[in-house]
């Protein structure tokens, strides 16, 4: 079984600060890792995936995450956020050579003040 | 292209109604999946769908809840005599026969008065 934990609630940050969102998880197997954001009152929208390869990927709007294995971690990261960053992140995982499943967090809400 | 779409928007009923959920993946996409997003429990999966088939169902939480697919497209979530724990935002998403990236829909909320 796998599970997924996001150590924080709530991340406030001013605009233009750098901001980092942490996500560990647990799983007997090897897994796929993801991070997607959801903003009021829509659906999920995929940030950025890890599958193999580099352990740093990049994403959509500036995110990027690394892969650390030892510390089975999947923290997303950016330089500088905008108040249009505002919104719920979730970190996913699914097991590698299943049917995708998505095994979720309980979400980090990032809020962006000027 | 379009994307996932879902019906209704929202959706306000009494406890002890049934309710239909609607999803209309996206053109192509074999599989697709339920979640139910609730303030208590976070996002949890519900059901998953290859084709017509569902090979997994491990996340319905009650015989009150069904779901199917019809013709490898539209698939309908069904709830039973409501409660109002089944108060939530459910959520479809489709994806590629062994692709990794899920396409979410913008949900449905559910309210159960």
């Known amino acids: 079984a796998q599970s997924v934990t996001q150590l924080d609630s709530q991340v406030p940050v001013f605009e233009e600060a750098p901001v980092e969102l942490r996500c560990n998880y647990s799983?007997?197997?090897?897994?796929?890792l993801f991070w997607y954001v959801q903003y009021p009152n829509q659906g999920l929208q995929l940030l950025l995936k890890?599958?193999?390869?580099?352990?740093l990927v990049k994403g959509i709007n500036g995110f990027e995450a690394e892969f650390n294995k030892s510390q089975t971690s999947f923290h997303l990261r950016k330089p500088s956020v905008h108040i249009s960053d505002t919104a719920e992140y979730f970190c996913?995982?699914?097991?590698?050579?299943?049917?995708?499943?998505?095994?979720f967090g309980a979400g980090t809400r990032l809020a962006v003040h000027p | 292209g379009a994307g996932v779409s879902q019906s209704p928007s929202n959706k306000v009923t009494e406890k002890g109604k049934d309710v239909e959920l609607r999803c209309d993946p996206i053109?192509?996409?074999?599989?697709l999946y339920w979640y139910r997003q609730s303030l208590g429990q976070g996002l949890e999966f519900l059901i998953y769908?290859?084709?017509?088939?569902?090979?997994?169902k491990s996340g319905l939480p009650s015989d009150r809840f069904s779901a199917e697919r019809t013709g490898g497209s539209v698939s309908t979530l069904t709830i039973q005599r409501t409660q109002q724990e089944d108060s939530a935002v459910y959520l479809c998403?489709?994806?590629?026969?062994?692709?990794?990236?899920?396409?979410f829909g913008p949900g449905t909320r559910l309210t159960v008065t």
């Open positions: 769908f290859q084709g017509n088939s569902a090979p997994d």
């Open positions: 053109s192509g996409h074999t599989a």
């Open positions: 998403a489709s994806s590629l026969l062994g692709r990794d990236e899920q396409y």
């Open positions: 996913a995982v699914t097991p590698r050579g299943g049917y995708n499943k998505l095994i």
């Open positions: 890890y599958l193999s390869g580099s352990t």
């Open positions: 799983s007997s197997v090897s897994v796929y």
